[in-house]
């Protein structure tokens, strides 16, 4: 059994066993939580046989708060996980938080040059990136000691950002409602320098390598007459030429900006209404919506994908299962503290970050 099904089967009889004691009707039944779920699932076109899905729905529980570590602040709290069971979280400055047991501590906080109310943290190697309103780099081959080695000045915020190939990617918002997807080389992490930038129409938020060779921008057109939000295609095989090659619709209105995660050729984005949607990058076109489960806030404002499963943010934390591909269905919920807008499993617990602290709620509700 893989671990994907070892998961979906652990949720399964927390979700569906263990926690109808406490949720579920005298007689141990899952009670009614509005209406049939499966009805939400509305594919564009039918979909295949297989993806029909007959299981019973399972009633939500609260998951089991570990502890939660780190200052608070005004801003969303992106955080990586680093190496040795050490997370960096970006706040009032750069948290670091040992999480590699039950309950996570804060070890130590390094000043951040540039402090924002949102922004990214990605690590490549012994090199960890703040973006915020500005870039910060540290060297972390001493994880619980982060080094400042470098950092760029910004007329804006960073709102996404990854890095592949030595290249520093991110999304780029300026305070003049200017927006663009950048490229810094990172090949010397203490001389970044920035070789290209491809203009955008709307407000940046994730930004996602698709393959080798391509970069999708989830944009929200807010600067002029179009309102729509789009995923927009970036063929970056030359990145020093980068260029737009198309855009894909994208359904809802998301709050703050557009998050979403890819898995092969699928994206999964969340918003409202629907929460969670499900497009096919090589075909452009939604294939699957998710309305928000019954009494939940019905709002997404971060996700991550893992082992098949979306852990979506947003007024606790949605687990929804994404196959058969085109026919996502919820599987549970998961109670946190705050508006989750980052998330990251690590085995079998989540760590969820918001503008208060980053928590580790254990996904075995039992």
């Known amino acids: 059994m893989d671990a994907r099904h070892s998961l979906l089967l652990l949720l399964s009889l927390s979700l569906a066993g263990a926690c109808s004691s406490s949720h579920g009707s005298p007689d141990g039944a899952a009670p009614d939580a509005g209406g049939d779920r499966d009805a939400d699932v509305r594919p564009d076109a039918d979909p295949p046989p297989d993806a029909v899905v007959d299981a019973p729905i399972p009633t939500t529980c609260t998951g089991e708060h570990l502890g939660g570590a780190g200052e608070g602040c005004f801003c ?17 400055g750069l948290d670091v938080i040992d999480v590699s047991g039950d309950v996570p501590v804060q070890i130590g906080s390094v000043p951040q040059m540039h402090i924002g109310s949102e922004g990214a943290v990605t690590i490549s190697g012994d090199t960890l990136f703040v973006g915020s309103w500005g870039i910060d780099i540290y060297d972390i081959s001493t994880p619980t000691e982060p080094r400042p080695i470098a950092d760029v000045d910004l007329e804006g915020t960073v709102t996404d950002l990854f890095v592949r190939r030595a290249t520093l990617w991110i999304g780029y918002e300026g305070f003049d409602e200017t927006a663009s997807l950048r490229a810094y080389d990172v090949s010397d992490p203490t001389l970044p320098r920035l070789f290209a930038e491809v203009p955008l129409e709307g407000s940046p938020g994730s930004v996602m390598p698709w393959g080798d060779d391509r970069i999708v921008v989830l944009e929200a057109r807010r600067f002029g007459d179009d309102r729509s939000d789009v995923a927009t295609i970036v063929d970056v095989s030359s990145p020093s030429s ?19 995660a890819i898995d092969g050729d ?23 919506r998710l309305d928000a489960p019954e009494g939940t806030s019905g709002v997404g404002l971060g996700i991550h994908l893992s082992d098949g499963l979306a852990f979506v943010g947003g007024g606790g934390v949605q687990v929804a299962d994404l196959s058969p591909r085109g026919a996502p269905r919820w599987i549970g919920a998961i109670e946190s503290f705050g508006d989750p807008f980052y998330l990251e499993r690590d085995g079998d617990r989540l760590l969820v970050s918001n503008g208060n602290q980053l928590q580790i709620v254990s996904l075995d509700c039992r």
């Open 266 to 288: 699928t994206l999964h984005v969340v918003g409202t209404a629907p929460l969670l949607q499900t497009i096919d990058l090589v075909e452009g076109r939604v294939i699957a």
């Open 76 to 92: 969303q709290g992106p955080f990586a996980l680093g190496p040795g069971g050490i997370a960096y979280r970006s706040g009032a």
């Open 242 to 260: 980068a260029v737009i090659t198309s855009s894909v619709p994208v359904e809802g209105e998301g709050i703050l900006r557009r998050r979403g």
